[in-house]
């Protein structure tokens, strides 16, 4: 191990969100505090109790054959893959980088995925073949035309399909990774890449998270746990973290993506760095697979972990981007955490989330969630917590309200906690801060 | 090179051939295989008709807890199984105790959970066939019936992180932790990264299980549709290799610094030198036919181990009894080792292929295998495959060269892992 440690700088960002299929629509939608909230599109939500989400619109076929470079590709992936690959098209023109025969070998891939599964439709030929009475009949499959024989199927579902597609495409041939913990999968794979780079596994590493849970059976999920806001008749305002009537998420769909580099290599070739990625936090909460401590235990090792991980110190915070769901529960447990960590200085820390606008994007979030970050340094602008007419008592803290703020960010952190317990918490620090400290180490 | 030590101090593992390491060894070396006649389904007039399957499944006793399974599946099962063996082994139990508030709850949070997960199965979905069945095509009645028809639990119940959410309970472990679904490959990676969190202080102890239940109906067509299950067997590098055979069950250590086991005086197995990783960029289903991916994750596994292919006592080798796995593989292992192979060995034709599994059971049960200083044989051996000649491999159990083993893994997408691990003196 060489005596500097690795630095890790963040030179390219992609998004397709629900409120914009670019980074720049995105940003913009996010200080406009537009909400991309509405009533179901995508198929028939009519009869379910929660009928609204936050869809992907329009994404331009155009766009997604572009970045899949061959037309036969596309047979393999699924909706969240073309999120997937759109992104991360935009992150690699935006880095002004890609692997090449010379460096293939040191860039790797790591990604949060959403849980595996088929389509409604396909699972809806199963049933259709093989189980007409609602119980399936291995032996029906055998002759089974549709779904059980098509072997695409089989390929669009495998756990790491999206992350297959990603290496082919790109031609990334080092360190692979996908993983899953549900909610915090895209903070944690960020969080996973930060340290590929550090230990020297690898120079670059293409992260981000891709889901999209909005399908009659996803959405059954969550609609089942009563996880989901049931304001049907209003949409746009059915996402409010923190507000004292919160009454549950607004299920999203999406991908962000990342290019992280060495930080000296990307100095060396003249890259845009929007921020240094500084820190990792990720602790298990342990609690309750669902719940999360009231005392806003886990999170708090976290955030703390994160920041010690960063070299920052509390006064050092400028944002916090908040897991900040909408649930009475989250909402409650994560300010906990906040004031724990942050004691008085909490009202120094501007804290706001972006699922007010974005909904929320599971297995994509963090790493949605990381790029708002990268943003948020890079135009000195916070975005807006939409939606907040009334703070809930229990959640007294300095909520980025009404319009966006502008400020300079030393050092922001965001939050993704999931279902199981996990939770991840990613430092970001401004690059000159970035420049300052190592100038200051190395004295 | 990586400096800071990671010791294991406790393993477990359930699959086909066994509950505990010493009983899948006893197996291995009696050339017992659990391959044998599906039970999951009647497979009767079906391509695949065999499996390691894991019999007598009780799921109730394997967790000990009844309430339980209501929120988790079989592989879930499988996983707490053999994190729990491990963990008991490890002795945490009796040595926290013993510990202070303040000293316990320290342990918790710097004690961390990584799991290598299949990341869900097809028949997770069948919870909803009744209910499209019912609904006849219907969306609106689908929306309506939903809470009537479906177990509101179902979510939970296919959380494909479910293993880590349910040890960090279980056992009251907070620290650092990850759940990888990244196929076949699952199991090293969740290992390396654990090593890597403890060799960068994250974590003082850490939990590592990688658990798949993929023996099903719908899951097992696909496979044997894409070209890859065999009919008749697992025969690894012989000429008679057709496919694979499906497994099913998990592995797991418990691993610490060094520090951290020797102030609690734990008794060390064994040791995690390094690992590597690396793709071959051609999509989900295509095998690079030189193994170029295999040698680089092997190379920068003994670099990092600070170690030259002339240590390596044993290799476990991926072998999935595939013929262009099995062929690449070879390559790849006579391009890092040259001519001069140590003893080259397979665990598969025994309890099959775990897929996400794979490679940690394959870690546990080659550290059981090293400490006993024997390299199990391989009794599918006949005439070597075409490309798999001069592989060293052999029917009969032999020494290891050395006290180190290398363990392989290769899964969908060109991934390629490898782990180098060192057995403790018995």
Known sequence: MSAAPRRVAITGLGLVTPVGNDVASTWQALLAARSGAALINSFDASGFP??????????????????????KLLKMANRAHRFALVAAAQALDDAGIRPTAATATRWGCVVGTGMMGVSYDELSEVQRDAASAGELEPARLLEAPGAPADPLVFCRSTANAGAALLMRVFGIRGYSSSVHTACASGGQAVGTALKLIRRG?????????????????????????????????????????????????????????????????????????????????????????????????????????AMRDAGAALGDIDYLNAHGTSTPMNDRSECAAIKAVFGEGRHRLAVSSTKSVMGHLIAAAGAVEAAVCALSIHHGVLPVNANLRELDPDCDIDVVRDVPRKRRVRVALSNSLGFGGSNSCLAFRHPDEAEALARWRAS | MNTRRVVITGSGLICGAGRNPAAVLEALGSGQSAIGPIEAWDTSGWPVRIAAEVRDY???????????????????????????????????????????????????????????????SFANQYDFLPLIAAAGGNLESFGRELSATVNPMWLLRSLPNNVLGHVGIRHGLKGPNACVTHHSVSGLLALAEAAAALRADECTRAVVVAHDASIEA?????????????????????????????????????????????????????????????????????????????????ASALTNSGIGPGNIGMVIAHGNGTPNSDASEARALRQVFGTDLPPVTGFKWSFGHLLAAAGMLEVVV?????????????????????????????????????DLALVLSRGFGGTNAACVLRAAAP
Not at chain 2, 88 to 105: K, N, P, Q, T, V
Not at chain 2, 226 to 238: E, I, N, R, T, V
Not at chain 2, 366 to 391: K, N
Request: overall charge negative; glycine content about 12%.
């Open chain 2, 58 to 120: 009780n799921a109730g006793a394997l967790t000990g807890d009844r309430k339980l399974l209501k929120y988790i599946r079989r592989t879930d099962v499988f996983g707490l199984y053999a994190a729990d063996r491990a963990i008991e082994e490890a002795g945490f139990a009796s040595y926290r105790a013993a510990l202070d508030e303040a000293a316990a709850a320290t342990f918790a949070d710097s004690a961390g959970v990584f799991v290598g997960s299949g990341g869900g």
């Open chain 2, 366 to 402: 080659a550290l059981a295998a090293l400490r006993a200083r024997i390299v199990p044989g391989m009794p599918t051996l006949g005439t070597a495959a075409p490309h798999c000649e001069g592989l060293n491999l052999s029917r009969e159990a032999r020494v290891p060269r050395s």
């Open chain 1, 50 to 71: 929660v009928r609204i989400a936050a869809e992907v619109k329009g994404l331009d076929p155009a766009a997604v054959e572009r970045a899949f470079g061959e037309r």
């Open chain 2, 218 to 298: 719908q899951m097992a067509l696909y496979y044997h549709r894409a070209g890859l299950m065999s009919a008749q067997g697992l025969f690894a590098f012989d000429a008679r290799h057709d496919g694979s055979v499906m497994g099913e069950g998990a592995g797991a250590l418990v691993l610490e610094t060094e520090t951290a086991a020797r102030e609690r005086g734990a008794s060390v197995l064994g040791e995690v030198l390094g690992s590597g990783n690396a793709g071959d960029a051609l999509g989900l289903l295509p095998v690079r036919e030189d193994g170029d991916a295999l040698a680089r994750a092997i």
């Open chain 1, 201 to 305: 596994e690898a120079d670059c590493v293409l992260a981000g998270g891709f889901d999209s849970m909005i399908n009659p059976v996803g959405l059954s999920g969550f609609c089942l746990l009563n996880a989901v806001s049931p304001d049907n008749d209003s949409p746009t305002t059915a996402s409010r973290p923190f507000d004292a009537s919160r009454n549950g998420f607004v299920l999203g769909e999406g991908a962000g993506f990342l290019v992280l580099e060495e930080w000296s290599a990307a100095r060396q070739r003249g890259a845009h760095i929007y921020a240094e990625l500084a820190g990792d936090g990720n602790s298990l909460s342990s609690y309750r697979i669902t719940d999360s401590h009231p005392s806003g235990d886990g999170p708090i090792q976290a955030m703390r972990q």
